[in-house]
């Protein structure tokens, strides 16, 4: 089992910033990449952002040059550094974990952008 602890989420104007934590525990060894998906009202769940222990990262195409993902493997946390943004990136963000055949879930963070 994993579990996953997030933080940072929060109220901000359009065109600032904010940055997300995410802290595992747990069969940390069983995981590997980690990253956010995010979940605006009445929209599918969507991937924003992933981080491989090598360091390997995806971003959703909505966010690039914007969101920046990084690791500490030593600590077993992620980071979601979000700047720029719009009110369209209001939603709740769910930190994820893969430990292949499962996916592990934060417990989500709610960021909400006033215009």
């Known amino acids: 089992q994993v579990q996953l602890v997030e933080s940072g989420g929060g109220l901000v104007q359009t065109g600032g910033s904010l940055r997300l934590s995410c802290a595992a525990s747990?069969?940390?060894?069983?995981?590997?990449?980690m990253g956010w998906y995010r979940q605006a009202p009445g929209k599918q769940r969507e991937l924003v952002a992933e981080?491989?222990?090598?360091?390997?990262?995806n971003y959703a195409d909505s966010v690039k040059g914007r969101f920046t993902i990084s690791g500490d493997n030593a600590k077993s946390t992620v980071y979601l550094q979000m700047n720029s943004l719009s009110p369209e990136d209001t939603a709740v963000y769910y930190c994820?974990?893969?430990?292949?055949?499962?996916?592990?879930w934060g417990q989500g963070t709610q960021v909400t952008v006033s215009s």
């Open positions: 994820h974990a893969r430990a292949p055949p499962y996916i592990y």
């Open positions: 747990g069969n940390i060894f069983s995981i590997g990449p």
């Open positions: 981080i491989t222990r090598g360091g390997s990262t």
